[in-house]
């Protein structure tokens, strides 16, 4: 009778711990997604169908091809440990899936309107796709972390970042875009989501 009560309660224990950590787990999980900083899960591949099924017509970029931009957000993302899959959706929010209908012009090169701040302004304007990419991958680690730079610093206003001010995408709203209405960063993680969704249905075909 002893051991009975004795394995029943080390059965119970051993459920409450289960239990109980179930909710942590899931909080980690979910703070892990929202987190700038991390390991791309998407492909370029993957990107560039997503941005062609949005905007099949009007794809107005220069120098550089949707697929080859998408590689340069997951490899230069992977060389700083920013989630460069997300960054890519982030560029999708500021330029209307690259079709440009705001201030910034395509020969620019800057998929993150650093700089602008509306009214005309048009920001920054980088050399070259791979510098455009590089600026923007590095004005997100500013944000998200402290850890120093792995490659050479081309953002022109990573200086002015309080380093570590913003670890996830949702505390970007009123520091990257004052944006009225909503949250800035839970509108770029809507469009990974829905990026990550198309390709489930692609998969399926």
């Known amino acids: 009778m002893k051991n009975v009560f004795v394995y029943s309660i080390g059965m119970a224990l051993i459920l ?15 703070k892990e997604n929202r987190a700038i900083m991390g390991t791309s899960a998407l492909t370029p591949q993957q990107m560039a169908d997503f941005v062609k099924k949005k905007n099949p ?11 080859e931009l998408a590689k340069l957000f997951v490899v230069i993302g992977a060389k700083e440990g920013v989630r460069g ?10 330029t209307g899936y690259f079709s440009y209908k705001g201030d910034v012009l395509p020969r620019q090169h800057n998929y993150a309107g650093i700089g602008t701040v509306g009214n005309g302004v048009k920001g920054h304007t980088f050399r070259s796709p791979f510098q ?5 991958i590095q004005h997100l680690k500013a944000y998200a972390s402290t850890d120093k730079l792995n490659m050479t610093l081309v953002d022109p206003r990573f200086r002015y970042v ?3 001010s913003a670890p996830t995408w949702p505390a970007l709203q009123g520091k990257w875009a004052m944006q009225p ?22 998969a399926k075909k």
């Open 16 to 30: 409450f711990l289960l239990i109980s950590s179930t909710p942590s787990v899931s909080a980690a999980s979910k």
């Open 162 to 164: 309080k380093r570590g």
């Open 181 to 202: 209405r909503g949250n800035y960063g839970n509108d770029v993680l809507a469009i990974y989501k829905e990026m990550e969704q198309t390709k489930l249905r692609v």
């Open 57 to 67: 017509r009007n794809v107005r970029l220069e120098g550089v091809t949707v697929e």
């Open 85 to 94: 899959d997300v960054a890519f959706a982030q560029a999708l929010k500021e």
């Open 132 to 136: 455009g990419v590089t600026a923007h």
